[in-house]
């Protein structure tokens, strides 16, 4: 794996270049601040690096921009990014993630921890243009696109999204917060209402953009409250809140119908289109174990997806009446 590390601390960056050399083939290259890393970016090729590694307190240009920098350029949107700091408070970890960290590890750290993150970022890197990351990846039948090579179930990351990440990054991020953050943190879902119709319908291009015009709805909804989002495949929206605030599900979930209801959303041929969700259940994290803690996000995932059955069972009843003689 071909490394990027970023720390203005040069004996951290020697320890890296032997810790990556010891723990397998990898290939690592050192930049000791967020400027000369940007320079090395703009001189490199779009596949020059697999991964990067930051730290956040650093001169001139800290490891968050740094990170919100480089998923700006869309060579390097997907690249996986491990922070490496000795940041532990909330309010860097949010940050971090916000501008798209894909883990975070505080140092000191131990080396079978990191070399365990390591493989998994390795596993990560080797899975980019194939989109089936996280824990999601198996959790709804595939189906065919109009012969392109995508599935329905296939999670992907939405770009230029303020607080939208990859599966795996929500994952990685709830595992961060500490029990005082998860008191008042939160899991709960969206899922796009017929959207085996939509995906039959429409072009792989045409349902990433239904998908992130979606996104962008919701996270407008909901953007008086922190709160990361990841699109896991099939249709569902995986959000995680915090600050105390547990949103009444059909109170949300009519507020984003309703901003869906006034977006113009048009496909390649210029005929609208008429999305609505379906919201699950708001799930508290805080009396969760952290073995537990990634079946929550998971739980959320299937009570949205119990939601959007239960509708269409309902929908069906009322044809059904309707369709019977006087």
């Known amino acids: 794996m071909r490394v990027l590390a970023v720390d203005d ?13 010891a723990i397998g083939e990898h290939q690592i290259t050192t930049a000791t601040g967020g400027d000369e890393a940007i320079a090395l970016l703009e001189q490199s090729k779009a596949d020059a690096f697999d991964c990067f590694m930051f730290d956040i307190q650093m001169p001139g240009i800290d490891g968050i921009e740094l990170t919100r920098r480089v998923r700006a350029n869309e060579r390097f949107a997907d690249v996986p990014i491990l922070m490496l ?14 501008a798209g960290a894909t883990d975070y590890v505080t140092k000191p750290f131990e080396v079978t921890g990191l070399q365990q993150r390591i493989d998994k970022l390795s596993q990560l890197s080797s899975s980019r243009g194939r989109h089936a990351i996280g824990f999601f990846a198996d959790s709804a039948d595939a189906g065919p696109n109009a012969g392109e090579d995508m599935q329905l179930h296939e999670p992907f990351l939405v770009y230029d999204l303020d607080n939208m990440v990859a599966p795996v990054a929500i994952e990685n991020y709830v595992a961060q917060l500490s029990r005082s953050a998860l ?14 119709e939509f995906f039959a319908d429409l072009s792989a291009f045409e349902f990433r953009g239904l998908i992130a015009d979606i996104a962008e709805v919701i996270s407008g909804t909901i953007s008086g409250h922190q709160f990361l989002m990841s699109y896991a495949g099939d249709g569902v929206f995986v959000c995680v809140t915090e600050s105390g605030w547990r949103p009444h599900m059909t109170t949300l979930q009519d507020a984003i119908n309703l901003a869906l209801a006034r977006s113009e959303i048009y ?6 289109l008429h ?7 708001a799930i508290r994290l805080v009396w969760r174990s952290r073995d537990t803690l990634i079946s929550t996000l998971a739980d959320a995932h299937v009570s949205t997806e119990r939601a959007r059955a239960e509708y269409e069972r309902r929908l069906g009843d009322l044809w059904d009446y309707e369709q019977q003689p006087a």
């Open 85 to 98: 700091t000795a940041m532990s408070d909330k309010r860097y970890i949010d940050g971090a993630f916000a």
């Open 183 to 196: 008191f008042g943190s939160s899991a709960f879902a969206f899922s796009l209402r017929k959207v085996e």
């Open 267 to 272: 496909n390649n041929k210029a005929e609208r």
């Open 9 to 21: 601390d040069p004996i951290i960056l020697e320890l890296l270049v032997q810790f990556m050399a």
């Open 275 to 281: 999305p609505r969700i379906v919201a699950g259940d």
